[in-house]
């Protein structure tokens, strides 16, 4: 696990504009899984920036997004398949075909959730998946207690998370209680994962997820067990990790370490 800290959200987020943008000069047709919440606005409207300067090209794209609400269709304004249109799909060129949110109102969950790790695996996998951490150390909709082997399936959210995402809604009660999200083992099969996080409120689950033991309480903590993860952090959500000063050490050697590649 790498943990990078910036200064800024800005410069987190073009930190993973970058880790996106190397992704995709690797491999044209690389597939990116994707995540909403406030945290990831300043990278997708960084990739817009670097796709309309002609330095990104989405066409041979594919991206998976992690969640979504049970019950809001997609032309819900709340909807994270609205979300994803307003942010990022409507203005870069992925082709629509090649874009995968699970469905708001499908008609057998179970089978929804079987087909979706399907087409994950026959697209040959995800390359680079970017999540956000909840307050309660969720990734995805991975709410505490959350198998650490779980697939994607429908998951009742925490009164917590239900608090934290109420801001989006006119009222409390109109969020959703289930989703349907990948699980802790669908995202630990992506060859590389970033985790954004900034401010001081995501200082508790930062710590847990980095420097606490790995458990279901905080489903952010199994990327410890994960080869290839970047955690990267402004110093307001780094401000609680014991070990913060040689994560900043390792980066400043970074470019003198002996490759292992
Ligand atoms: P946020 O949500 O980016 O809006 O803080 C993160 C999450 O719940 O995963």
């Known amino acids: 696990m790498e943990v990078i800290v910036k200064e800024s959200y800005a ?4 930190a993973a504009a970058d880790e996106v943008a190397r992704v995709i000069a690797e491999k044209p047709s690389a597939v990116l899984g994707l995540a909403t919440g406030s945290t990831p606005l300043g990278l997708y409207a960084e990739l817009i920036r670097r796709y309309e300067q002609k330095e990104l090209d989405f066409s041979s794209v594919t991206t998976f997004n992690l969640d979504e609400y049970v019950g809001l269709p997609a032309a819900h304004p709340q909807s994270y398949h609205f979300f994803m249109r307003q942010n990022l799909f409507d203005h870069i060129n992925v082709a629509p075909e090649n874009i995968h949110l699970p469905a708001g109102i499908p008609n057998d969950c179970r089978a929804f959730c079987r087909e979706y790790e399907q087409k994950i695996a026959a697209s040959g996998g995800i390359d680079l998946q970017i999540l956000g951490i ?58 590389k994962v970033i985790l954004l996080a900034t401010g ?7 710590a847990q997820a980095i420097e606490g033991p790995i458990t279901s309480m905080c489903s952010a903590s199994a990327l410890q067990m994960h080869e290839h993860v970047l ?17 900043e050490w390792v980066q400043q050697k970074r470019s003198h370490a002996p490759s292992t590649a």
Do not use: C, W
């Open 11 to 14: 410069e987190v987020s073009q």
């Open 134 to 191: 909840g307050s309660d150390g969720h990734i995805a909709f991975n709410e505490p207690g959350s198998s650490l082997a779980s697939r994607t399936r429908v998951k009742t959210l925490a009164r917590s998370t239900i608090e934290d995402n109420s801001r989006f809604f006119d009222r409390p009660e109109q969020v959703p209680e289930f989703a349907i999200t990948m699980g802790v083992g669908t995202i630990l099969e992506a060859r």
């Open 200 to 206: 001081e409120q995501k200082a508790g689950p930062i």
């Open 231 to 247: 955690m990267i952090v402004d110093r307001a959500a780094a401000s609680q990790l014991e070990q913060v000063a040689y994560y």
